[in-house]
Nanobody, 124 residues
Framework: QVQLVESGGGLVQAGGSLRLSCAAS????????VAWFRQAPGKEREFVAS????????YYADSVKGRFTISRDNGKNTVYLQMNSLQPEDTAVYSC?????????????????WGQGTQVTVSS
């Protein structure tokens, strides 16, 4: 089993940047694909970005492509989500999820391990 803890959320003005971190413990993290999902109040959870277990595959929702970058540092057991040019519509709770030997699925049901989430609020 792997435990995930997100950090790096906060309040930022439109056009600003934040970097979220997803720190893992418990297992060999390099064997896990990791994805970021977000959920805004009153809306369904949506896929944001993912990275395959090998790190060779990265995938993004159309709404964040070109603005967000997912990366991993297996030495630190951490996956990052660099978010630039943030907009008010990016406001949500961001959660990371992991699955062993995953290829970077955009479906939440494919990830058995989840963190608690971190709030990102973008003011206009």
């Amino acid at each position: 089993q792997v435990q995930l803890v997100e950090s790096g959320g906060g309040l930022v003005q439109a056009g600003g940047s934040l970097r979220l971190s997803c720190a893992a413990s418990g297992r060999t993290f390099s064997n896990y694909a990791v994805a970021w999902f977000r959920q805004a109040p009153g809306k369904e959870r949506e896929f944001v970005a993912s990275i395959s277990w090998s790190g060779k595959g990265t995938y993004y929702a159309d709404s964040v492509k070109g603005r967000f970058t997912i990366s991993r540092d297996n030495g630190k057991n951490t996956v990052y989500l660099q978010m630039n040019s943030l907009q008010p519509e990016d406001t949500a709770v961001y959660s990371c999820a992991a699955t062993r030997y995953g290829l970077g699925s955009n479906t939440g049901g494919d990830y058995p391990y989840w963190g608690q989430g971190t709030q990102v609020t973008v003011s206009s």
